[in-house]
Structures are given as structure tokens and as C-alpha cells.
Nanobody, 124 residues
Framework: QVQLVESGGGLVQAGASLRLSCAAS????????MAWFRQAPGKEREFVAA????????LYADSLKGRFIISRDNAKNTVYLQMNSLKPEDMAVYYC?????????????????WGQGTQVTVSS
């Protein structure tokens, strides 16, 4: 089992950058595919990005490609989400998720563990 704790959210102006972190407990972090999802008020939780166990492969939501970058440091048991050129529509609670099975998935039901989320607010 793994526990996930997100941090780095906050209030920023449109156009700014923010980096989210997700720290994982346990010694098996490198065996999990990791992902970020987000949920805006009144909307479904949506896929943002995922990264393979080694960090060598990544997958992004089409609408976010080029602005967001996912990375991981297995030595620190941490996954990151660098968010650039933030827009008001990026405002949401951002969740970190871990998946035991090999391979990527855009579906939240395929992920086994979740963090509590961190709020990102973008003012126009």
C-alpha cells in the first residue's frame, strides 16, 4: 500500500507557473505508474498527465500538452507537475494517483491509491 500527499497548490495570477509535488510513502514507489488528475467545481475528475515507473514515458491530456510537465524522482518517492501559463480554467483540486498495473490509463477507476488533493486557484 502507498500513501500520497500533495503539496504546492495555491493562488496565482493567470500566466503564472506553479509546481505541484506528491510525496509517496513506502519503498515500492518505483513500481507504480503515477498520474495527476484534477476536478473543478461541478465537473468530473479528469485526467491531466501520467508517467511510467521509470519516468521514461509520459502521457498528457491533449488540451494540456505543452503547458504541463509531469516528472518523478524515484529516489525521493516524489512525482511533480510543473504547470506553466496557467489559465482560469485550470483552477481545480489536483489529485495525485498511483496505479499498480503496468501501463497508462486515462480512467480514474484504474488507479489504486489517491492523495487528498491540493487546490489550485487562478485569478484572471
Amino acid at each position: 500500500q502507498v500513501q500520497l500527499v500533495e503539496s504546492g497548490g495555491g493562488l496565482v495570477q493567470a500566466g503564472a507557473s506553479l509546481r505541484l509535488s506528491c510525496a509517496a510513502s513506502g519503498r515500492t514507489f518505483s513500481t507504480y505508474t503515477m498520474a495527476w488528475f484534477r476536478q473543478a467545481p461541478g465537473k468530473e475528475r479528469e485526467f491531466v498527465a501520467a508517467i511510467s515507473r521509470s519516468g521514461g514515458s509520459t502521457l498528457y491530456a491533449d488540451s494540456l500538452k505543452g503547458r504541463f510537465i509531469i516528472s518523478r524522482d524515484n529516489a525521493k518517492n516524489t512525482v511533480y507537475l510543473q504547470m506553466n501559463s496557467l489559465k482560469p480554467e485550470d483552477m481545480a483540486v489536483y489529485y495525485c494517483a498511483a496505479k499498480r498495473d503496468y501501463g497508462f490509463s486515462l480512467s480514474r477507476v484504474r488507479y489504486d491509491y489517491w492523495g487528498q488533493g491540493t487546490q489550485v486557484t487562478v485569478s484572471s
